[in-house]
Nanobody, 122 residues
């Protein structure tokens, strides 16, 4: 199983980025997917998650209204559209997958990608 995250980079506050996570080796359309992030010196935190069908999504309060998670099951890819980025969004963003319904706890995810770094300057 591989989850390949991409799309990170250095941007200014207020800019947008779209992260992608391409999955292989798992029945993607049966897996809920999540995005988590970890800033230096901080614990990994939930960002957003989406059910296997894409019909249900959830967001951390800190990103609600600014970030949008989506998926394309035909392409085995999950996306995170990030708008109005803030310096506090700076972190390594990881995608993760789990069989069954989506959860906000990182400990219940089965597979993880390597992460992509997002740096937001003020």
């Amino acid at each position: 199983v591989q989850l390949q995250a991409s799309g990170g980079g250095l941007v200014q506050a207020g800019d947008s980025l779209r992260l992608s996570c391409a999955a292989s080796g798992l029945p993607f359309s049966s897996y809920s997917m999540g995005w988590f992030r970890q800033a230096p010196g901080k614990e990994r935190e939930f960002v957003a998650a989406i059910s296997w069908s894409g019909g249900t999504t959830g967001y951390a309060d800190s990103v609600k209204g600014r970030f949008t998670i989506s998926r394309d099951n035909a392409k085995n890819t999950v996306y995170l559209q990030m708008n109005s980025l803030k310096p506090e969004d700076t972190a390594v963003y990881h995608c993760a997958g789990r069989a069954g319904g989506y959860k906000r706890s990182y400990s219940v995810y089965d597979y993880w990608g390597q992460g992509t770094l997002v740096t937001v300057s003020s």
